[in-house]
């Protein structure tokens, strides 16, 4: 089975990330760890003066700062993965990577903003539930 | 010079300051990117000098533009510069597509860069922030004073709040536009056409209103293509 760990570099996003590798990963010999990072776009006014090739590297940087938690964690526990950085609205993003790349199942962490803060200011695990085609998996 | 405190000046007050986060915070972000492949000396020195001309071309466009606003014209013009700035903060980075222009990463291409991004950023800027203080001088003044820390400490700060919440950026496009529409229908031209025959222009915020939603309708559904695109074929960095 591949599943798909969508990280954001916070220490909160890593709990996705132990949940697989202590429930999931001891029971299935198969499985595909894929690990995501979504670096949200910036803002077009400024990303036009700047030639592409920095861009790239410079989200690449920033992806790889997110991804190195959850891939120490993975490389301590030896479990084999796969992990990149694409740049897009971060739901959004999640759900067509599942999709294209035929991911069984997204398992994430919440960002625990709470449902006032969370309706307000956009939780990202809430878009991601109603987006997903593939069954989400939520870690508090 | 007469301050005087009151309602109107807070909510202003409150305008300019997210305008500043949102189009000062551009314009560091700029300078950092600019800067990022040079060697670590000259990266100190392109931020300093790219910070030190965003500030004094700042200063000044807001000289000049304080004497402009009042001629006749010039609110209608600068109303539709603003929608135009209004729309294009709501556009994310399109991505790379077609071929790139190599940067060699010397100190000269990022000089270029920078003082080309200053002038354009710079005269958003302060077109916006001269909109939001309604011809008071001391409101442009302080709207300057606080885009210079922004602008010179401001760019993983603005860079991480905006792309954590990109609410923001969204909400920050409404008021651009509810901005515009509101020194539409005051420019010296349209006043009185205004007074006479459609008061409620102004005075029900109609103008103001119709301003956010265009501006809202517009930039979220070219957003929203742009990102369509983007996800038909992903494209890791990394």
Redesign the interface.
């Given at each position: 089975m591949r599943v798909l760990i969508p990280v954001d570099g916070s220490d909160r996003s890593l709990a996705a990330v132990r949940y697989v590798a202590s429930t999931l990963a001891p029971g299935d010999t198969d499985l595909e760890i894929h690990v995501l990072n979504v670096?949200?776009?910036?803002?077009?006014?400024?990303?036009t003066?700047?030639?592409?090739?920095?861009?790239?590297?410079?989200?690449?940087d920033e992806?790889?700062k997110a991804l190195a938690g959850a891939r120490k964690l993975l490389e301590d526990a030896k479990l084999r993965h796969e992990s990149?950085?694409?740049?897009?609205?971060v739901a959004?993003?999640i759900a067509?990577?599942a999709e294209?790349r035929d991911c069984a199942a997204i398992v994430m962490a919440t960002r625990g903003l709470g449902n006032a803060a969370g309706l307000?200011?956009?939780s990202v695990a809430h878009k991601v539930l109603q987006l997903s085609k593939v069954p989400v998996t939520l870690v508090k | 010079m007469d301050i005087t405190l009151d309602q109107q000046f807070f909510v202003s007050l409150l305008q300019i300051i997210w305008i500043d986060i949102l189009l000062s915070g551009d314009n560091a972000v700029v300078i950092a990117l600019a800067c990022r492949n040079l060697p670590h000396r000259q990266r100190k020195w392109g931020i300093i000098c790219g910070a030190g001309a965003a500030i004094a071309l700042r200063v000044l466009f807001a000289v000049f533009i304080v004497y402009l606003l009042n001629i006749p014209y010039l609110k209608i013009i600068g109303s539709l510069l603003l929608f135009w700035i209004a729309v294009k903060l709501m556009l994310p980075e399109e991505g790379a597509h077609g071929e790139s222009v190599q940067s060699g990463g010397s100190l000269w291409s990022a000089i270029r860069t920078i003082v080309i991004a200053d002038a354009v950023m710079s005269l958003d800027n302060v077109i916006a922030i001269a909109a939001a203080s309604h011809g008071r001088v001391e409101l442009l003044v302080l709207g300057l004073l606080i885009s210079i820390p922004l602008i010179v400490y401001g760019s993983a700060l603005v860079l991480k709040a905006l792309q954590r919440f990109p609410v923001l950026i969204t909400l920050g496009g409404a008021l651009l536009g509810w901005i515009a529409g509101e020194v539409l229908v005051t420019d010296p031209v349209l006043v009185g056409w205004v007074e006479r025959e459609a008061h409620y222009l102004h005075d029900w915020y109609i103008a103001p209103i119709a301003g956010a939603l265009f501006v809202l309708v517009l930039g979220l559904s070219l957003a929203r293509a742009i990102e369509a695109r983007r996800r038909q074929k992903l494209d890791p960095v990394s």
């Open positions: 670096q949200p776009p910036l803002p077009s006014a400024a990303a003066f700047i030639d592409s090739a920095v861009l790239r590297d410079f989200h690449g992806g790889a990149s950085t694409v740049v897009g609205e959004e993003t067509a990577y294209q307000l200011l956009g | -």
